[in-house]
RNA sequence: GACGGUGUAGCUCAGGGGUAGAGCGACGCUCUCAUAAGGCGUAAGUCGGAGGUUCAAAUCCUCCCACCGUCACCA
């Protein structure tokens, strides 16, 4: 049995509405996700909703509406995101659910079993204004670095013996080095493991908005533990025989935005050593983004809805600024300016124009069918090696998750096309009625466009589909495949050509 | 404060001992098939600063300056 490409985005805390972060982690891994079936392998990507905590009790009780009414209208605010962005993801799983809460409980009792639980105590310096705890010497003059009075409380906890980690979590750092994603970060997560770890706190007993404990009633399970379990509760844990599980566990790419990191790399791998499950391949952590260089906050008012701006803009040219502007894994700036010129001179200028006038010339000269190869020159081949050496370059990079990499090696193409027509004069050709070179030389075009178009596919499906649509190739998402980029002899001669409406026209005024 | 990183053309960044690079922007020229798009070209940087190693340093070493990240229970 070949296993699976498992992908996951976090689970999604209800608290707020979806904002342009979310949908930027769902859309890496859909592109990685469809970049993989393309690839020939099977994928399950998973996304879903993190529904538990004190913070999700208390937003309900001041909307005034019971907390279960509550998450149900947030998931599905979160839900509706899927099918706006396009998600090809397997399942939606809730933490709310039924099936999640059995398996979470499931996953603490055989943590319990094993000796890794310990009731115990779990106190600290609160602050109600700040609603966290701090240290004894992160106090200053008695209140907490942001000023508020702070009580002494203490509340029965069960700990996790994370501190019994440490040791196994640096072995398997230093036998994985590529398991966090990007480096500088899996060096932070390092460090810290090194200057020791303590036992978590994994129990609450100050609100009931939780899992229950199977052991011990008024407990409630820390979230994180509630929410990291997800990733193995949605393939039917605690059922080690559910074929869903076999088939996708360990996962491949967890893909998370760098504030949510530690929980990823330190709790999750510790507590599938303490359950003795086998920990996933990678960690990838993804940057921030700021809205005109500004945080996004709820109080400066510039969160950004991704449903405004895919109206606006449309679904492919979001989905291509997010994952082409900004190297994953580094902040990126969410600027008009930014989108505008972004999508204007690549999108619309370099692609969109290039299939504009391949089809328009071919049209022209040959009707609505595809021309025939005849004889190739020194150009041609040229252009060839050049399809070729993107093609890998692409792979090389979609694989390291350097998706503004993969498609910048797709631009560059798109520009040798545009030079290429450029030197070749077609429209010359034409004229002198030269019929084998100007057949020759749009067949090549079209299928360079049909080769850039199915590259693009992971990221922009409606353009992509409705291109090859177009030249009359496209026989269902699922038999997209890479190795047809290598080919250039892919389409049927004479085959219809249908013309298309513009693909990627200017977004200036829509943005304004 | 400790540890790590970054500082290269107006902007975003690549390069990493041997006479400074790309994309975008600006400016000029040009084809006309095309979304006033495409192609070609020009200008622009004493590669954060100061020392040092070397025949040779943006590239290695030391110090300094500036900015960023991490330093536990914050979705």
Redesign the pocket.
């Known amino acids: 049995m070949e296993k699976n490409i498992y992908i996951t985005t ?2 999604y ?1 209800v ?1 707020d509405k979806p904002h342009v972060g979310h949908a930027y982690t769902s859309i890496a891994c859909d592109s990685l996700a469809r970049f993989y079936k393309m690839l020939g392998k099977k994928v399950f990507f998973l996304t879903g909703t ?1 529904e538990h ?1 004190l ?1 999700i009790q208390q937003s309900a009780k001041e909307k005034n509406i019971d907390t279960q009414s509550f998450v149900d209208l947030m998931s599905k605010k979160f839900h509706d995101l899927t099918s706006v962005l396009m998600l090809t993801n397997d399942d939606f799983i809730r933490t709310t659910s039924e099936k999640h809460k059995e398996g979470a409980r499931q996953f603490w009792s055989s943590l319990e079993e094993k000796g890794e639980i310990y009731l115990d105590k ?1 106190s600290g310096w609160y602050s109600i204004r700040d ?5 004894e010497d992160e106090l200053i003059d008695g209140k907490a670095p942001t000023g508020g009075s702070v009580d002494w409380v203490e509340e029965p906890s069960y700990f996790f013996r ?1 501190s019994k980690y440490q040791k196994p979590l640096l072995d398997f750092y230093s036998k994985n080095p590529n398991f966090v994603y990007p480096q ?1 970060r899996f ?2 997560v390092i ?2 493991v090194e ?4 036992d ?2 994994i129990s609450r007993t100050s609100f009931t908005w939780g899992v229950d404990i199977p052991s011990k009633k008024g407990h409630v399970m ?3 533990l509630d ?1 990291l379990t997800n990733y193995i509760t949605a393939l039917g844990y605690p059922d080690n025989s559910s074929e869903k599980l076999k088939k996708n566990w360990p996962a491949n790419y967890h893909i998370v935005g ?1 504030d ?1 990191l ?1 929980f990823h790399a330190i709790y999750w791998p510790a507590f599938l050593m303490a359950a003795e499950m086998r920990l996933p391949s990678q960690i990838i952590a993804h940057g921030w983004w700021t809205v005109e260089k500004e945080k996004m906050s709820k109080s400066i008012g510039n969160v950004v809805d991704p449903i405004d701006i895919i109206d606006r803009i449309g679904l492919d040219s979001f989905r291509y600024f997010l994952l082409r502007e900004v190297p994953f894994g ?1 902040d990126g700036d969410f600027s008009k300016h930014a989108i505008i ?1 972004r999508i204007n ?1 690549e ?7 290039f ?3 391949v089809y ?2 071919s049209t022209s000269n040959f009707g609505n069918q595809i021309p025939r190869y005849g004889q190739f020159l020194e150009s041609e081949k040229k252009i060839e090696l050049k399809i070729l050496e993107t093609v890998e370059q692409y792979k090389y990079y979609f694989l390291n998750v350097e998706f503004s990499k993969a498609l910048g090696a797709m631009i560059e193409l798109v ?1 040798a096309g ?2 290429y ?2 030197t070749m ?1 077609p ?1 010359s050709l034409a004229k002198e009625n030269q019929t084998e070179r100007l057949s020759t030389i749009l067949r090549l075009m079209l299928e360079t466009i049909r080769i850039v178009c199915t590259m693009t596919y992971p990221i922009m499906p409606l353009a992509s589909v409705k291109v090859l649509k177009s030249l009359s190739c496209f026989d269902g998402d699922e038999n997209l495949s890479y190795e047809s980029l290598k080919n250039i002899n892919f389409l049927s001669d004479g085959s219809p050509i249908e013309k298309i409406d ?5 977004i200036d005024k829509k943005l304004s």
């Open positions: 976090p689970i805390y608290n993190d905590g913070k779990y609603e966290a705890y701090y240290q994370l500088s060096n932070e460090k810290f200057r020791g770890l303590k978590l706190s820390y979230v994180w929410a760098k949510i530690r580094n010129s001179s999108l619309s200028n370099n692609i969109g124009n299939i504009n006038r328009a010339m520009s545009n030079k027509i450029d004069q429209w513009l693909l990627f026209p200017k």
